[in-house]
């Protein structure tokens, strides 16, 4: 049964830092892409970053450039997002994600992409 589960989310003050993980379970997931999405009240769920590990392919949405920084360790199946400078428009729950990779252009930023989903964990963020 595969399983992802995210951690390390909370709240914290703009400016502040959080690492999220995700562990995932019940396959190999070298040749996945791994992805963080986010989903604020009221808003459609939005691509943040994704990781191919075999290629190490990095991709990031450009409001988080430069604060946010996806990684994966392949032998513990986890990958992680470091978030730093946080904003109050970060506050959301936050998804990881994998799926296989595919063929269409920017497909790794489409939730349909993906195959299996982590239950989520709130990041709130205040001003």
């Known amino acids: 049964q595969v399983q992802l589960v995210e951690s390390g989310g909370g709240l914290v003050q703009a400016g502040g830092s959080l690492r999220l993980s995700c562990a995932a379970s019940?396959?190999?997931?070298?040749?996945?892409?791994m992805g963080w999405f986010r989903q604020a009240p009221g808003k459609e769920r939005e691509f943040v970053a994704a990781i191919r590990w075999s290629y190490g392919n990095i991709y990031y949405i450009d409001s988080v450039k430069g604060r946010f920084t996806i990684s994966g360790d392949n032998a513990k199946n986890t990958v992680y997002l470091q978030m730093n400078s946080l904003k109050p428009e970060d506050t959301a729950v936050y998804y990881c994600a994998a799926g296989r990779p595919g063929s269409e252009s920017a497909w790794y930023r489409k939730p349909d992409s993906y195959d299996y989903w982590g239950q989520g964990t709130q990041v709130t963020v205040s001003s």
């Open positions: 019940g396959r190999t997931f070298s040749s996945y892409v």
